[in-house]
């Protein structure tokens, strides 16, 4: 609405309908270039939207001087059919340096104030060279962002996009959550005063507008993070004793790089523990068509050991048995025999990126009903509703999804603070911090 106008752009669609992209798959790309400019602030003096289909061959399916009420361009969007032959991606880029962004088709190329923008979506390795024509294109002063699909050539996407490669690089694991991609784009075109109305920029409680910018802020009895996303709760909170087990998805559709960002996002909770016989103890356990323990609470007392073995854990590259892992998880990991300690809260993260090959239902309700708080992380194609039975009661709170295994740090900052357990407030070092809160205010009024 009011609250979002976008920078004056010419922004043109470069979608691939070779013949590896089936046709129910392409009206998803349909339906995301829709989404996208839906956010849009269109129009011939505002933002005017181009969108260029290719194959073997390349068809311009939308000019940027073509009809540019939203109405229209989505109308555009449901007419485009694909052209199901082979995949020439660099013949594609050329033709949007020499036609498309060209002032013949409606290119505002030579104005100041107007930004030139390419979205690329393919799920293949080209058939032709992309490295040099992209370098040609982006010396036009083409800011092209690159989105591939499932079985993607990512050296193809960075050789193709514009830099900083983190933001104009996207993965998703199919067609089916290319959506999610969608909030990134509307943000990403959205030139606004208040920041804070187009999402909470993982902001974890309170957002705040300043002119063109904003920043993060905590609700009282917090205090903000040095990392200026979060907020601690607790003094005590992340210090307090806890037996934390990661139950972790190592099936064959992970793949290997996503297994070492997997890595990371353990270690990114585990930095956040207080890791002691007397606090927090992490153990790990790893599942596919079957399940391994990869080490068991208490067996590592520091956090340096914890994480070292986390980045020798080998990936093990089969199915995906999560029922099984849960039952795993209930009747072992949590057991005193496997240095779990009677009376200390016990938390479960469960991390998959699909769909369990046998049934979760029994083995889920029975984790929770043991007391143990589960926390459900779904990365690609994970089922949400298999995450929402593993959760723990408030759902929403206990379960996370992602489409792309490169932003899972942002869901291990939010379970850094939602795993704390909070502290007395009636302990002694509570009533001091409290205390000298007070006499802080007062001063300040004083003053």
């Known amino acids: 609405g009011t609250l979002c106008r976008t920078k004056p752009t010419d922004l043109v669609f470069i979608i691939d309908s070779s013949r590896s992209v ?65 995949t020439m991606t660099g013949l594609a880029i050329q033709f949007a340096i020499s036609r498309a962004f060209s002032a013949a088709e409606g290119g505002r190329g030579s104005a100041p104030n107007f930004k030139k923008v390419a979205i690329v979506v393919t799920d293949g390795r080209p058939q032709d060279g992309v490295q040099d024509v992209s370098a040609r294109a982006r010396a036009a002063g083409i800011e092209i962002f690159a989105i591939g699909v499932g079985r993607v050539d990512m050296g193809t996407l960075r050789q193709m996009a514009s830099e900083p490669l983190d933001e104009h690089v996207d993965y998703v694991e199919s067609y089916s959550v290319i959506e999610k991609l969608t909030h990134k784009f509307q943000e990403a075109f959205c030139v606004v005063s208040d920041l804070c109305a187009t999402g909470d920029h993982d902001c974890e409680q309170v957002c705040v507008s300043t002119p063109g910018a904003y920043r993060c802020a905590c609700r009282d009895g917090f205090s903000l993070n040095s990392d200026g996303k979060t907020c601690t709760a607790c003094n005590g909170g992340l210090g307090s004793a806890l ?42 356990v790893q599942y596919s068509s079957s399940v391994r323990q990869e080490f068991p609470l208490g067996q590592f007392k520091s956090k340096k050991d914890i994480k070292a073995a986390v980045k020798k854990m080998s990936y093990m590259e089969k199915g995906t048995m999560t029922g099984q892992a849960l039952k795993y998880l209930i009747d072992s990991s949590f057991a005193v025999i496997n240095g779990a300690r009677p009376g200390v809260p016990k938390v479960g993260i469960v991390f998959t990126d699909g769909r369990s090959q046998d049934y979760i239902s029994d083995a889920a309700k029975k984790a929770k009903d043991s007391g143990f708080r589960m926390f459900a992380v779904g990365v690609g194609n994970a089922v949400e509703d298999e995450l929402r039975e593993i959760a723990s009661e408030p759902v929403a709170e206990h379960y996370f999804y992602t489409a792309d295994f490169r932003t899972i740090s942002k869901i291990g900052k939010k379970l850094q603070m939602k795993i704390c357990v909070e502290e007395d407030p009636c302990e002694c070092k509570s009533i001091v911090k409290f205390q000298t809160k007070i006499e802080d205010l007062i001063n300040s009024l004083q003053q």
């Open 22 to 86: 089936r046709p129910h798959e392409f009206e998803k790309i349909k339906v995301f270039v829709s989404r996208v400019i839906e956010a849009l602030d269109v129009g011939p003096n505002a933002t005017r939207v181009g969108i260029i289909n290719y194959a073997s061959a390349v068809r311009s399916e939308l000019a940027l001087q073509g009809p540019q009420s939203k109405a229209a361009l989505l109308q555009a969007v449901r007419r485009i059919q694909p052209l199901s032959t082979g």
């Open 243 to 284: 037996d934390l087990v990661f139950l972790i998805d190592g099936s064959k559709s992970v793949r290997p790089e996503n297994f070492e960002l997997v890595k990371k996002f353990i270690n990114q909770i585990v930095d956040s523990l207080e890791v002691s016989d007397k606090q927090a103890q992490v153990g790990l």
